[in-house]
Nanobody
């Protein structure tokens, strides 16, 4: 079982930036970020392959967010720029044993506890 621990959330003004980190206790192939706003379902944000070569983003964050990973540190990052109030949510790190888990949260086997991101207008 791989444990995931997120960090880096907080309160930021619209237009600002945050970087989330997710430290894993072991190896997970695909790593992704999801988010859940109050009253809404958990939604896909970004995913990256083990090699880091392949990545995918939700349309709502494309061009503003960047996912990356450092396999030597078993850590994945989510750099979030030009933040908007609509980005406010609990952000979850997820890991999968699949080489490419994609956008479906059911393809992920490991989940972190979440970190709150609040963007004020």
């Amino acid at each position: 079982q791989v444990q995931l621990v997120e960090s880096g959330g907080g309160l930021v003004q619209a237009g600002g930036s945050l970087r989330l980190s997710c430290a894993a206790s072991g190896r997970a192939s695909s790593m992704g970020w999801f988010r859940q706003a109050p009253g809404k379902e958990r939604e896909f944000v970004a995913v990256i392959s083990w090699s880091g070569i392949y990545s995918d983003y939700a349309d709502s964050v494309q061009g503003r967010f960047t996912i990356s990973r450092d396999n030597a540190k078993n850590t994945v990052y989510l750099q979030m720029n030009s933040l908007k109030p609509d980005d406010t949510a609990v952000y979850y790190c997820a890991g999968s044993r699949a080489n490419w888990a994609g956008r479906d949260l059911h393809e992920y086997h490991y989940w972190g506890q979440g970190t709150q991101v609040t963007v004020s207008s």
